[in-house]
């Protein structure tokens, strides 16, 4: 695989991405931890439309398939992955993860994470996702949508440009 890579992982763990999500990704090692497999798959989904990963669509696309629990994922949802417009990633938040350990068989994790449409217009989306722990793999089931959360103008800004939200985007 690549070395050219050698960056800040899309899952913000501040693990660089070969030591952290791109192993998960191609197979090489499973997600320890529901939060792991939470980042791992928000990885994919950064990944889809930046061809300068290493990783192909088509990878990223079965890796969402295959970490998502057969009897809760939609038959279509390849094509759901693949259509609708083009999203940039910004940055994910965990809030909470309740259980989701290494010896633990089910986990919820808490987490919102923000992007920005073709529109410009950036978004957030608020959730509460449950996995389950088959063997040693961990598998997303659902997801409860949560309100969208509310930061003040001192915190840091939500697209990820590490500056306030008041500096960043002062509307």
């Known amino acids: ?25 191609l197979g090489v090692n499973a997600a320890i ?14 990944l889809l439309g930046n061809a300068s990963s290493g990783i192909t669509q088509k990878e990223c696309v079965q890796y969402l398939i295959d970490t998502h629990h057969p009897e ?8 759901d992955l693949l259509s609708g417009p083009p999203t940039e990633w910004c940055s994910l938040r965990i ?3 309740e259980e989701g350990g290494a010896t633990d068989v089910t986990g ?26 088959q ?6 089931t659902t997801g409860e949508q949560l309100a969208a959360m509310t930061l003040s103008r001192n915190n840091v800004c939500w697209c990820g440009s590490q500056q306030k939200l008041k500096r960043c985007h002062p509307e």
């Open 33 to 46: 931890t529901a939060e792991q497999l939470m980042r791992s798959r928000y990885t994919a989904y950064y």
């Open 72 to 79: 809760y994922r939609s038959a279509d949802l390849a094509a």
């Open 135 to 140: 063997g040693d793999h961990w598998l997303y």
């Open 108 to 133: 919820l994790v808490e987490y919102a994470f923000y992007r920005r449409g073709t529109s410009s217009e950036y978004g957030q989306m608020h959730e509460a996702s449950s996995f389950i722990k």
């Open 1 to 25: 695989m690549s070395s050219h890579l050698l960056s800040a992982c899309p899952c913000q763990s501040q693990d660089i991405f070969e030591r952290c999500c791109q192993p998960i990704l």
């Open 95 to 97: 809030i909470n993860m």
